[in-house]
Structures are given as structure tokens and as C-alpha cells.
């Protein structure tokens, strides 16, 4: 069925360097993107969304690409830290009255320093 | 600002002993609620949503339930647990639909 899924499962980087996280989706009648931070034994947390009529969103240190073409979402992280170590979830929302986000599975990020 | 309160934070029960999660949302009026499960290294599931009071979506048959007695209240339930319903489990809110959700903290429930 449709789902939204991962490039890589883990990512490990420097302290100071930039992380992206890749998420490819299926659904192309999917117009609305989220991206959460799970630390461990916590819930996620809201990082950035962008709606399909964008394919580009700026946060503080965070940026949100969508190429709807290939159906593919990344999340870009400026000068990670320690800090950002944690799973990072996409989740989609295919629209109209479905209230229902589908999450991907999930890539852990390690900040080394 | 709004609150989404969840508890306990962790939890253990035998199985075949009953079950009753509790959130409640401060700060904003008739918020779309929700209870995720997410199983250890795995992503999200959506057990049950709800729209307003005793308004109830099921998205997968199961041996939990759902109730809303209350706008900001949200329980989550069984009669019976089994080994298969250990998990994390997560509620959250939204204000509407294709909105972003604002989750608790989650519940680490472990059936033995």
C-alpha cells in the first residue's frame, strides 16, 4: 500500500558538519509533510512541515526540501549538534478529510564531537 | 500556550490485567485527538482518532479501545491485555485535519 520510507536507516556525522535526512514517499495525492525529532523515550517533537504547493522551508538551522516530481522529502540540518543526536521521522498526509499522518520508519542521527 | 499531558510514564502489567491511559490537552477547545503505538526501532501507528466527544475512528482492529468523555480528554483502554499490545504509546493533538500533531510523552507499557 501507499507509505513513506527512509534512504537510510542511520546517519552519523560530526559536530559542526550538515545532515541530511532522506525520506521518499509514495503516495502522490500526499500535499502536506512533517518532520519529528524523537529522542530516546520521549515523543516526537514538531520540527518543520511543508505543504505541496512549496518545495522549499526554512527553520532556524533547518530546511525542508520537497521535489514532488520524484516524491522525495529531505531535511537538511545546519551545523548539527550533539543535541540534534536522535530519530528523525517524515510523516504525509494525503489530503482531504483524512485525518491520518503516515510515518516513515525512522533514521537515527549521530552527532559525534 | 497549549499542554498535552500523558500518564504514567511507564507501566507494567500482567497479562490479561486491564488497561487505562489518560491525556488531556490544555489551552485550546475541540482539538482533534489521537493514540499512536510505536513499537521499539519502528515508526508510528495510528490506533484510534477522534474528532470531538465520544467520537471514535479505529484505524486497526485490535484488543484496545478508545473513549473521549470529555473535549480535552482522551483514554485509551483494554479489558484484557495481551503480550502483544507492549509498546510505547503516544498521544497526541491537533487543531484539524492535515495539521501538524503535538504528541505527549508517551507511555512505555510492558505486558508480562
Known amino acids: 500500500g501507499e507509505s513513506v520510507g527512509l534512504h537510510l536507516p542511520t546517519l552519523s556525522v560530526q559536530e559542526g558538519d550538515n545532515s541530511i535526512i532522506n525520506c521518499a514517499y509514495s503516495?502522490?495525492?500526499?500535499?502536506?509533510f512533517i518532520w519529528y525529532k524523537q529522542e530516546s523515550g520521549k515523543g516526537p517533537q514538531f520540527i518543520i512541515d511543508i505543504r505541496s504547493n512549496m518545495d522549499k522551508r526554512q527553520g532556524q538551522r533547518v530546511t525542508v526540501l520537497l521535489n514532488k516530481t520524484v516524491k522525495h522529502l529531505s531535511l537538511q540540518i545546519a551545523a548539527t549538534q550533539p543535541g540534534d543526536s536522535a530519530v528523525y521521522f517524515c510523516?504525509?498526509?494525503?489530503?482531504?478529510?483524512?485525518?491520518?499522518?503516515?510515518f516513515g520508519k525512522g533514521t537515527l542521527l549521530t552527532v559525534n564531537p | 500556550s497549549q499542554t498535552i499531558h500523558q500518564w504514567p510514564a511507564t507501566l507494567v502489567q500482567p497479562v490479561g490485567s486491564p488497561l487505562s491511559l489518560e491525556c488531556t490537552v490544555e489551552g485550546t477547545s475541540n482539538p482533534n485527538l489521537y493514540w499512536y503505538r510505536q513499537a521499539a526501532g519502528r515508526g508510528l501507528q495510528l490506533l484510534f482518532y477522534s474528532v470531538g466527544i465520544g467520537q471514535i475512528s479505529s484505524e486497526v482492529p485490535q484488543n484496545l479501545s478508545a473513549s473521549r468523555p470529555q473535549d480535552r480528554q482522551f483514554i485509551l483502554s483494554s479489558k484484557k491485555l495481551l503480550l502483544s499490545d507492549s509498546g510505547f504509546y503516544l498521544c497526541a493533538w491537533s487543531t484539524g485535519t492535515r495539521e501538524k500533531l503535538f504528541f505527549g510523552s508517551g507511555t512505555q507499557l510492558s505486558v508480562l
Open positions: 503516495n502522490s495525492a500526499s500535499d502536506y
Open positions: 510523516a504525509e498526509n494525503s489530503g482531504g478529510s483524512n485525518y491520518k499522518l503516515t
